[in-house]
C-alpha cells in the first residue's frame, strides 16, 4: 500500500473523530464564576480578615512592649558608660562599674536577637495563618460550586476573573449567561450570621 492510499484512507477516520469531537463539545455545557468576587464577598473570608488583623494588632502591641523594653536597656547601658568614666571615684570601682557596662552590653545584643527572632516568627505565624485561611476557604467555594455545576448539568466551570501570567483575561469573551457566581455566592452567605447578632467567640488562631 503506498503513501497515496493510506492517506486516503485516512481521512474518513479522521473526519469521524472530529465529527465525534464536536458532538461531544456541542453536548458540553459550561459555566462560569468569578472565584475573586466568591472569595471577596463570602462572609467567612470577612471573618478571617478580622482574625488576622486582630492577631497582628495583637503582635504589634507586643512588640512595642518589647521595643520599649530595650529602650530602657539602651539608657541604661548608656547610664553605665558615663559611670565608667567617673574620675570622683576610685580606679577599682571603675573598673567595677566597666565590668558592669559590658555584661549590660551583653544583654543589651542579646536582648537585640530576641527582637529580631519575635519579628521573623511574628511574619512567618502571620503568613501561615493566611495561607490556612484562604486554603481553607477556597475549598469550601470550591466543593460549592461544583455540587451547583452538578445539579445544574454543567461539565465546566471557569473562572472569569482568571488572568494569565501577562495580566490579560484568560476569557476573551464570556456572554455571563450561563455565569453561577451570584447562586453560589447566596449559598455561601446562606448561613452568615445577622447584622446585630452576637459575634461568634475568637478562635484559637493556631487552628
Known amino acids: 500500500m503506498n503513501m497515496t492510499n493510506w492517506f486516503r484512507k485516512l481521512i474518513p477516520i479522521l473526519v469521524l473523530l472530529f465529527v465525534m469531537h464536536g458532538t461531544v463539545q456541542a453536548q458540553m455545557r459550561i459555566a ?7 472569595f ?3 462572609y467567612k ?7 488576622l488583623k486582630e492577631r497582628e494588632a495583637d503582635l504589634k502591641k507586643e512588640l512595642a512592649s518589647l521595643r520599649e523594653g530595650h529602650k530602657k536597656l539602651v539608657d541604661d547601658y548608656q547610664q553605665l558608660l558615663l559611670d565608667v568614666n567617673d574620675q570622683a571615684v576610685s580606679a577599682e570601682e571603675r573598673d567595677k562599674r566597666k565590668r ?8 543589651l545584643k542579646e536582648n537585640e536577637d530576641v527582637i529580631k527572632q519575635f519579628v521573623s516568627q511574628a511574619d512567618a505565624s502571620l503568613a ?7 486554603e481553607n ?10 455540587a ?12 472569569s476573573a482568571a488572568e ?9 469573551y464570556n456572554s455571563g449567561e450561563s455565569d453561577i457566581t451570584t447562586e453560589v455566592l447566596a449559598q455561601l452567605n446562606a448561613d452568615a450570621p445577622r447584622e446585630g447578632s452576637s459575634p461568634p467567640q475568637k478562635s484559637d488562631p493556631k487552628r
Open 137 to 146: 476557604i477556597l475549598e469550601v467555594i470550591r466543593t460549592t460550586v461544583t
Open 128 to 134: 501561615e495563618q493566611r495561607r490556612r485561611m484562604r
Open 164 to 172: 494569565t501570567p501577562n495580566l490579560t483575561p484568560v476569557l476573551v
Open 32 to 38: 462560569t464564576v468569578d472565584l475573586r468576587k466568591l
Open 100 to 107: 558592669t557596662a559590658e555584661a549590660s552590653l551583653k544583654g
Open 45 to 51: 473570608t470577612k471573618q478571617a480578615d478580622a482574625a
Open 148 to 159: 451547583r455545576a452538578k445539579s445544574a448539568g454543567y461539565a465546566i466551570v471557569l473562572d
Open 40 to 42: 471577596d464577598g463570602y
